[in-house]
């Protein structure tokens, strides 16, 4: 790091040793003479006296400091030159993240390096990443926000692998995410005090830790689990989605977007109740002719309801009754509204019923389900849909089913007006995608459509999928952090 003493280097608190050495640019094939550029010992620690190695607030303060001696009469800062710390601009930004795994996770001995994007920890002051190869002994390592990866080989740094349990989830090294998910501090006031002391020599107890306000969270894993239907919707007006989720003790809560790929705030529309387990089956659409989504739910006792302008009506309301309880409706099993049809504004229904028929309803609205057509008949092979959403996919204006299978194969299926066109295959058959699972698609980003995916995992954990096509997932972005 630079220094005036041009001797620091930076780590993570637990990181700290009683016999520590730094080895720029290790090679594990090498002796300690033979190291590129030398071995330098660790002479002097610094760290917060406020950190604490636990899952508490203070792990926020997983940085530290080390004053290095020389090698051969040079310090490292002139023998291999010096990086820059930033303060973290926020908690989503561009990183390199690089370490050193132990001999026991990567037998070749050598660094790391995993270009990613961060995101928030909820409930901390520190960034999280989804990033494989991140085993244990990467502790410590730099999160470069920019490198000059072919000339000077020193960057700008704003995170270290550290943080909660130590920079990694509470599992046991044969789980997946052990290597996968990775944290950093925030580097704020308390990091550049530090930084400060390093460099001039001084220990100083700063006091307490105050742990700054923390942006909004959409909450963890073990409360989304519980997360049964959602649904994305312009229930505002905004010119972009909101989203609903419908949750196992009969809340809903309303997430408002902020238009840019995240959710900026929330909004209870329902308290835990005991009517609204019984909605089996949700969507939105523009039904009523307002500029706001309108919630279409189906009950098990086969009722279908419209509830207009949640956003504003809420969802205490009798609604719209537009069938009563029936021995037909407790059938439809999965359905999704959208712009299938020329000239309609989302007011088309497709539904899929228990004995794999298709049907398409154009003209939904306040008391009627408009005209049926057929999409399929009953068939074998549509039973084993596990999950229908809808969105703008082909980035042409036109709208596409989009079906989950229940082994986990994703494809796309262009509608007209009395047809299933053919599908197109997003990917094939594959276990992340498999279980207890909802999905919606949404307009969450400034491109204006509605091809952006939130699927929530049988964990809890969720994640979004902006600019998903016809036939490509879009960029996975970490809504929910699964569970540990």
Known sequence: MDSPGHDLILTAGHCQSAHGMFVPRYDGRKSADAQPFGVFPVQEWFRDPQWAADKGANSDLDFAFARVGTYHGKNVQDVVGANTVARTPGFTNNVTVIGYPMTRYDRADQAVSCPTRTSVLAGFNQMRIDCAGMWGGVSGGPWFSRADVNGSGTGEIVGNVGGWNAGGPDVPASDPLYNRITYSPVYGDRFFQLYEDAKFGAHTDHGPYQQPALPYSMGTWDAWRHARLLVAGDFRGTGHSDMIALWSDGRATLYLGDGKGGF??????????????????????????????????????????????????????????????????????QMTAGHFTAGQDATNLIVR???????????????????????????????????????????????????????????????????????????????????????????????GRTDDLVVRRPDGGTTLY???????LGIAHTLIAPAP
């Open 264 to 333: 900026a705030s929330e909004r209870q529309l329902l308290a835990p109740n005991t009517t609204w387990p019984h909605a089996q089956a949700i969507t939105a659409g523009n039904f009523t002719g307002s500029n706001q989504s309108d919630l279409l739910v189906r009950w098990s006792d086969g009722e279908v309801t419209l509830y207009d302008d949640v956003a504003d009506n809420g969802l205490n309301t009798a609604g719209t009754q537009i069938t009563g309880p029936n021995p037909t409706w407790p059938h439809a099993i």
């Open 466 to 472: 902006t600019d998903t096509g016809s036939t490509k």
């Open 353 to 447: 019923w228990s004995d794999g028929e298709l049907s398409l309803y154009s003209g939904v609205g306040a008391g009627t389900f408009g005209r049926e057509r057929q999409l399929t008949g009953p068939n074998r092979g549509w039973q084993d849909a596990a999950g229908l959403t809808s969105g703008e996919f082909p980035g042409s204006g036109k709208w596409n089913l989009m079906v989950r299978w229940k082994n986990g194969e994703l494809d796309t299926y262009p509608i007209t007006v009395s047809e299933l066109g053919s599908a197109a295959r997003l990917q094939g058959p594959s276990a992340l995608w498999t279980g207890d699972q909802a999905m919606t698609a949404g307009n969450f980003t400034p491109n």
